[in-house]
Every structure is written in C-alpha cells, then in structure tokens.
C-alpha cells in the first residue's frame, strides 16, 4: 500500500496549531498505488501531533535488529531495508523522479534543487528497496551501482507515537480507529513508486513480499493507507467510487472517515446501478490487487488538487488476509529466498 501527508491546516476549518507544517512534500503511489499521509493529528500535546516540518533532515543509519536486512530476490531483481543515509537518498531520488518527472506533482524550490523528494518522516521511517543487479547506475568518478528501482516507506505505530504521529492526518481522521484497536500493532506504508519498466507482476510480488517479512518479524496486526484514481472530478469517478463504498466498505471498527471539509460522498451511485464488472475494471490494478487481498476502505474520499487524484482510504487488518495470499508472498516461499 503506499502511501499520505499534512499539505494545509488541520483540514477541519481550525487553523493549525503552532508546531505543525503547513505543508509536507506528497508522495503518490506509481500507477494508482496507495500513499499514505499520516493518521488522525490531534492537539498540541497529544498524541499523533506532527512536530516541526524539517526538508531534507539529518538523516542516520537505519538498524534492523533480528531482521537480515535482505529479505528476499526474484532473479536479478533484490528487496532489502536501506541501512544507510545514501540509501535513503537513492530512494528519495526514485521517489523525486516518478513522483515530479513522470508525474505531476509540484516540487518545493528546495527539492527542484536537490533532485530528491524528502521530508521530517524520512529520518524516523524504515525505507523498503527493490535493487535491479542487472542495471547499473554509473556516475562521474564513482564506483556504478545497482539500481533501485523500487520503494515504500515504512512507519510503524510507535515510531509514530515517538516522532510526528502517522501520515494521514491531512485527509482523514485515524483517532477513533486508533482507540478502538487500542493495543494493536498498526503500520502506515507509503511513499511507494516504482520506475515505469518495473511496473510488473514480479516486483509487485517482491514487494509484498518484503512488506509481509517485515509485518511478521515486528507481528503488526494492520496495514493502512491511502489508494488513488486518477481524476479530480468525483462525478467522473462515480462508478469505482460507488462500488467502494458498497461492496468493499471497512468494518466500523476500521472504518476511517475522511477529515470535515474535505470529505467527498462515495456512494454517488445506488448499489442497485452499480455493474460490478465494469466497476473492477475502472479501478487502478493496485486497488484491484487490494481488493483480491481483503483490504476494504474508509468512509468519503478527498480530492488532491495538487496531484491531481481522489483518495480512498485502505485498511487491511492481517487476519483478513485471504491465506492463499499469505502463502503466496508468505516468507517461506521459496522462489523469494534471498
């Protein structure tokens, strides 16, 4: 799931609290991938409240302890945890590339500069990489390496809790899903994007494969996020969004609801007008992948203007995982074995 982040005020009418950004970098999942922007923020003081926003922080090494930083390989094709700053850096790099070249987001001065899409949550999050041993990446007296060509960002809960909250808080409020799971591991995935000859079953694959190892090794009880189709007129969208919101609606316990001021009705369409078929096949692959999965979705979605989409948002508890699945990206499949 990719990943969601602050872009104005708290999104409810009130004016920000002192402290929190007025607007953090937005990352967009490649090909309607989920993009995850942070969960539920609350008042200064409480927790889930977003700290200072910091471009391109310090960034330090990322330790994995227990946890063999390579997780696993599909011929020349490699998903690992980055360990290092420069790491971090190639995927922000990759990240900049998909989200503001290939795409049409708007990129701060600072990162038109630096070439790399980077905010506060970089230095406190777990960077997932997919590497290509086949493609080399050479620069002017430098040793080549291995291309990325793959990446999510990773935030566990109490990362979350210890920092600037989760991601979402821009788009939807994650309070009252957060207090009726109390006591659950949650994890927030985003920033995902992969380079466009990548875009396949394969590195999808590996991806979620990476993505489950993690989940077991840290045992996190629900993956959350955000989902994208492209378009910002929801009447235009009124198919996908309609079949969301009645045949793959999150249980109320997981239901998230998008923030006052920004939520835009889903049910645009009676059940009764819905064609399914024709509803799956106006969804990006990724959510449809999400569906197959068992993840459902939240209550309104949001309109991005500035990328360009309409979010959703994607809830997938583990134990709605269908087992065919588990099994398939499970860590003991053998055509992943590092």
């Keep these: 799931m990719v990943p969601f982040l602050t872009r104005g005020p708290a999104g409810d009418g009130r004016a920000a609290p002192p402290g ?17 922007k942070g969960f539920g923020q609350k008042g200064l003081g409480q927790k889930g409240f977003g700290q200072p926003s910091r471009l391109f922080p310090r960034l330090k090494h990322f330790p994995t302890p227990g946890l063999d930083p390579v997780l696993g390989r599909i011929g020349s094709l490699e998903v690992r945890l980055a360990t290092t700053p420069k790491e971090v850096k190639r995927a922000q790099r990759l990240r900049y590339r998909v989200f503001y070249e290939e795409m049409a987001a ?34 002017p007296f430098r040793k080549p390496k291995p291309r990325v060509v793959g990446t999510y960002r990773l935030l566990r809960q109490e990362q979350a809790d210890r920092h600037f909250g989760f991601y979402t808080a821009g788009e939807y409020d994650l309070g009252p899903v957060l207090e009726a799971n109390a006591g659950k ?7 995902s994007c992969v380079l466009k000859p990548y875009r396949t079953k394969r590195t999808v694959e590996l991806l979620w494969h990476g993505i489950w ?28 969004l309609s079949f969301l919101h009645h045949f793959a609606r999150a249980p109320e316990g997981w239901r998230a609801r998008a923030l006052p001021g920004r939520h835009v009705a889903m049910d645009r369409l009676s059940r009764e007008a819905i064609d399914p078929k024709a509803a799956l096949q106006a969804l990006p692959p990724l959510i449809k992948g999400y569906l197959r999965v068992g993840a459902t979705f939240g209550d309104g979605a949001v309109v991005d ?34």
């Design 305 to 338: 203007h500035q990328f360009g989409t309409t979010d959703v948002f994607v809830v997938l508890p583990v134990e709605a995982i269908a087992p065919r699945y588990i099994g398939h990206f499970g860590a003991g499949a053998d055509r992943h074995a590092a």
């Design 106 to 139: 708007i990129p701060t001065g600072l990162a038109l500069i630096k070439r790399r899409d980077a905010d506060e949550y970089d230095a406190v999050c777990d960077h997932l990489l997919v590497i290509d041993h086949a493609a080399q990446e050479a620069k």
């Design 185 to 191: 591991r949650v994890l927030e995935l985003g920033r």
């Design 20 to 36: 929190i950004p007025l607007a953090r970098l937005l990352g967009r999942a490649a090909e309607g991938g989920i993009h995850l």
């Design 213 to 240: 190892t993690y989940v077991l090794h840290h045992r996190i009880d629900a993956m959350l996020g955000c989902a994208s189709l492209e378009g910002t007129d929801p009447d235009r969208l009124a198919l996908p």
